[in-house]
């Protein structure tokens, strides 16, 4: 068969305009082109041009539905068939699936059918994803069986709620943990993690536990949560193990609350002996230095611990070990705590009354405070007592000395004894620089030989009592760095040592059965283990 011959006779009859011109072209250079492609080849192009032409008719019909031989009726069938021959556009919203090229050969079994004409009622496939749910990959969205129904399946990207409803907005945050540094400043950490200069400032005004924020210290914790636009919603400044600052975002505003972690208080106990000193027996028994210095602030007022100390001198003390999330944070506070020095037993219980005071009493509810302290100066050695005939070691004659003198490290903090009135802070005469304290009208102490004043202490200022006043020296006559102490009663001096200390204020009448109810089990746990500790040294 002449394939030129069936191209000139036939174009004419072709279905359509667009066939028709393409055949009238390929006759048209048909003298030109015969030489080289050969009649079969120009059978070709024409064929693709027919298929060409019922593609463009019908966008969502496929080739390999035309040239299978398959029967497009009915017309359901057909139309489950043509939609999942429909080509996915690919994930990425690039471009969608190259036509065949050219000169790509499709082989023919029949003529093309017509195109049906519930083709062109098919919805228009977009060739790009959808901005709200990307399309998947064609390996991601398997096809299943055919619906035996015409509505489409749903996406199983999208739930229920959401396909009626708008998406809600993100929670806003990019958490930022920072642990303060040497040099740095709240306002250079906003720099660097990019937050708004404008939102540190509103947090500085935002009330007085924010002025915490303007002392930050290095080792300290910052958390941070702010969004993409660098505004801060919430800062936490983690103030030590158990307490923070919280400000928290409102509208245009902040918010400032200091909060208190909950911890777990679990009771535990220790005893001991001294032999050397009450340091090595309270490492021993397992108490840390905070401890040690508790127990002795408990009974600094009958007990002199520079000198009244001896071995076999006993101790028991009940106290709490804090937790937080099952992990221990450190010890707590000692609720009970007894003491026997040359074979006197004092006891303290720790008791904290309806009116909000916390304070240690003794069993009998006296509180264990008295309105001086017995040495102003912690853990020193005694150098010089009390003696109206001592030989004076500068002036070498016999000069009284009305007080106890201190020995200890130059700087060493001297505190008060009592609340009081500072009536001097200044430099007199051969006792250097000096403090003195009135405490009402009966009683005055003097600190002497200091090396400097404590800040904020001058003629006319309050003091409390434990308050630092000053700082161990040798101004003035002394021979060496030392405290000269006094205690005068009424203007006459008293030996600091043995002067009977006046009491202060016991359990109020109104909280004493409550005491006696909230202390009972400490004193009765207390008394199993001072009998237990007695028992173990008698063996």
């Known amino acids: 068969m002449d394939y030129n011959s069936f191209i000139i006779k036939d174009y004419k009859n072709l279905p359509s305009r667009r066939l028709r011109s393409a055949a009238a072209r390929a006759e048209a250079g048909r003298g030109r082109v015969r030489p080289r492609l050969g009649g079969l080849t120009a059978l070709g192009v024409a064929l693709l041009a027919i298929a060409g032409t019922i593609t463009w008719l019908s966008p969502g019909f496929g080739l390999a539905n035309i040239w299978s031989g398959e029967d497009p009726s009915p017309a359901r069938e057909s139309t489950r068939r043509i939609t999942r021959a429909l080509p996915l556009p690919p994930l990425d919203g690039g471009t969608a699936p190259e036509e065949p090229a050219a000169g790509s050969v499709v082989h023919a079994g029949t003529p093309a059918p017509p195109s049906p004409p519930w083709v062109s009622h098919l919805p228009a496939q977009s060739p790009t994803a959808s901005p709200t749910h990307p399309a998947k990959r064609l390996t991601e969205q398997p096809v299943g069986p055919a619906s035996d129904t015409d509505e489409p399946s749903p996406d199983p990207d999208v739930s229920p709620a959401a396909a009626g409803a708008p998406e809600p907005e993100p929670v806003p945050g990019t958490r930022h943990e920072v642990v303060i540094r040497r040099g740095d400043s709240l306002s250079g950490i906003f720099r660097r993690l990019e937050l708004r200069q404008a939102d540190l400032q509103r947090v500085m005004a935002s009330g007085d536990d924010a002025k915490q924020l303007s002392r930050i210290h290095p080792g300290q914790r910052l958390e941070l949560l702010a969004d993409s636009d660098g505004n801060l919603h919430r800062l936490t400044y983690h103030l030590d193990e158990t307490r923070s600052l919280e400000v928290t975002r409102i509208d245009e505003a902040y918010r400032t609350a200091l909060v208190e972690a909950e911890l777990e208080q679990r ?173 009402g009208g009966t009683y005055t102490t003097v600190y002497a030989h200091l090396s400097r004043f404590a800040r904020r202490v001058r003629s006319g200022r309050y003091v409390a009592q434990g308050q630092t006043i000053g700082y161990v020296g040798s101004t003035g006559l002394a021979t060496g760095p030392h405290l000269h102490y006094e205690f005068r009663v009424r203007g006459v001096h008293r030996d600091p040592l043995t002067v009977r200390l006046p009491e202060a204020d016991p359990i109020p009448d109104e909280y004493r ?10 004193l009765t746990h207390l008394d199993i283990l001072s009998r237990t500790q007695v028992a173990t040294s008698d063996d």
């Open 513 to 522: 059965e409550d005491f006696v109810q909230d202390t009972r089990s400490l």
């Open 267 to 439: 009771l535990v106990s220790a005893s001991g002996t001294i032999e050397t000193s009450l340091f090595e027996a309270g490492q021993k028994a397992g108490l840390s230095n905070n401890l040690i210095m508790k127990l002795v602030e408990i009974f600094a007022w009958d007990v002199d611990f520079a000198l009244d100390i001896r071995s076999g001198d006993r101790f028991t003390v009940v106290y709490e070990h804090l937790y937080k999330d099952g992990e221990k944070l450190g010890d707590g506070n000692i609720l009970a705590a007894e003491f026997v020095n040359r074979g006197r037993s004092l006891r303290a219980v720790r008791y904290t009354h309806a009116g909000g005071r916390t304070d240690y009493y003794t069993p009998e509810g006296l509180s264990m405070r008295k309105a001086f302290l017995r040495t102003p100066v912690k853990f020193s050695r005694v150098s010089s007592r009390f003696n109206l005939r001592r030989m004076h070691p500068v002036l070498h004659r016999v000069r009284a000395h009305r007080g106890v003198d201190y020995a200890a490290p130059p700087g060493t903090a001297v505190r008060a004894t009592g609340d009081g009135k500072v009536v001097l802070a200044g430099r007199k005469g051969g006792y250097g620089k000096t403090v003195v304290l009135r405490h």
